[in-house]
């Protein structure tokens, strides 16, 4: 079964797979300048990998090319400017072995933040649940309360309609004994 993915999605992980696409060619041009023995710059590396320059400074990238640089240094001054065949080939090696696991590790981490994003989101919806339900609990008191409310006022107005008739009843016999007495006093 599949799901759906969102436009904001697939966007997503096109620029996601676009990074790593831009990524992955800057280190493969950097081990080409290395193994050709160019001078490994920034802007050489951007410019030979078709990136931006940005892209060399930022993190993941910079300690690469850094590195390299280093390394390249290192291998100048020690050997004089030149490399022996042998180690250019065990150099390929270790550094197609380096990619692979560099690879395997990006993809882990990929694997890890999916994982993370995945769990921080069942924590928020676990707290909006929280929330929610203390929402309706307090409704629910609310509601409970004016029901009683509403309850109290019926048997007030079923007192205050007994007591209403009751002082019709009174008023109403008050009225007759009244005329009663009208008529009596008349009468004589």
């Given at each position: 079964?599949?799901?759906?993915?969102?436009?904001?999605?697939?966007?997503?992980?096109?620029?996601?797979?676009?990074?790593?696409?831009?990524?992955?060619?800057?280190?493969?041009?950097?081990?080409?300048?290395?193994?050709?023995?160019?001078?490994?710059?920034?802007?050489?590396?951007?410019?030979?990998?078709?990136?931006s320059?940005?892209?060399?400074?930022?993190?993941?990238?910079r300690?690469?090319?850094?590195?390299?640089?280093?390394?390249?240094?290192?291998?100048?001054?020690?050997?004089?400017?030149?490399?022996?065949?042998?180690?250019?080939?065990?150099?390929?090696?270790?550094?197609?072995?380096?990619?692979?696991?560099?690879?395997?590790?990006?993809?882990?981490?990929?694997?890890?933040?999916?994982?993370?994003?995945?769990?921080?989101?069942?924590?928020?919806?676990?707290?909006?649940?929280?929330?929610?339900?203390?929402r309706?609990?307090?409704?629910?008191?609310?509601?409970?309360?004016?029901?009683?409310?509403?309850?109290?006022?019926?048997?007030?107005?079923?007192?205050?309609?007994?007591?209403?008739?009751?002082?019709?009843?009174d008023?109403?016999?008050?009225?007759?004994?009244?005329?009663?007495?009208?008529?009596?006093?008349?009468?004589r």
């Amino acid at each position: 079964m599949t799901s759906s993915r969102t436009p904001g999605q697939v966007l997503q992980e096109a620029r996601r797979k676009d990074s790593r696409d831009k990524r992955a060619r800057v280190l493969h041009t950097l081990d080409d300048l290395l193994v050709r023995g160019e001078a490994v710059t920034f802007t050489a590396v951007a410019k030979a990998a078709r990136v931006s320059t940005w892209l060399v400074y930022a993190p993941g990238v910079r300690e690469h090319i850094e590195a390299a640089r280093v390394q390249q240094a290192s291998t100048t001054t020690s050997s004089g400017g030149t490399r022996p065949a042998g180690s250019t080939k065990s150099t390929r090696t270790d550094r197609e072995v380096l990619r692979a696991d560099n690879q395997r590790l990006r993809a882990q981490v990929s694997d890890l933040k999916e994982a993370l994003h995945r769990q921080l989101g069942r924590q928020l919806d676990q707290l909006q649940t929280t929330d929610l339900t203390e929402r309706i609990g307090e409704l629910t008191a609310q509601n409970q309360e004016l029901n009683n409310h509403v309850t109290r006022l019926q048997h007030e107005k079923q007192q205050l309609e007994r007591t209403l008739t009751e002082v019709n009843d009174d008023l109403a016999a008050a009225r007759a004994s009244l005329r009663r007495m009208i008529r009596t006093e008349n009468s004589r």
